[in-house]
Nanobody, 128 residues
Framework: QVTLAESGGAAVQAGGSLTLSCVVS??????????MGWFRQAPGKEREAVAG????????SYADSVQGRFTVSSNSAKTIWYLQMNSLKEEDTGMYYC???????????????????WGQGTQVTVSS
């Protein structure tokens, strides 16, 4: 059974940077080729998609609000999926979740209901 564990959330000043990690475990052989997503949820708001892509791929999709500031990547073993966040804004505050086993084609990476595996989340707080 695949499990995900996020880490790296913290309280930072606006304009700062953070890197979130999502460790993938419980799979057989390799997790390369699986669609993964980063989502976030701010207090009182719905969960929204931040980024999505195939772990190990050089391409990914991003929400308009983070395009050019956030970048996903993975380690060579395809066991950790990262979210590099630069130029953080207050509106980036929220609980960030890693998700796996979704659909990356077209705009499907935005659909949280398509992802079958979720981590417990890591909190990011950006203050001015």
């Amino acid at each position: 059974q695949v499990t995900l564990a996020e880490s790296g959330g913290a309280a930072v000043q606006a304009g700062g940077s953070l890197t979130l990690s999502c460790v993938v475990s419980g799979y057989v052989y390799t997790y390369s080729g699986h669609c993964m997503g980063w989502f976030r949820q701010a207090p009182g708001k719905e969960r929204e998609a931040v980024a999505g892509g195939v772990i190990g791929s050089s391409t990914a999709s991003y929400a308009d609000s983070v395009q050019g500031r956030f970048t996903v990547s993975s380690n060579s073993a395809k066991t950790i999926w990262y979210l590099q966040m630069n130029s953080l804004k207050e509106e980036d505050t929220g609980m960030y979740y890693c998700a796996a086993d979704g659909s990356c084609g077209g705009g499907y990476w935005k659909r949280s209901g398509d992802f079958r595996v979720w981590g417990q989340g890591t909190q990011v707080t950006v203050s001015s």
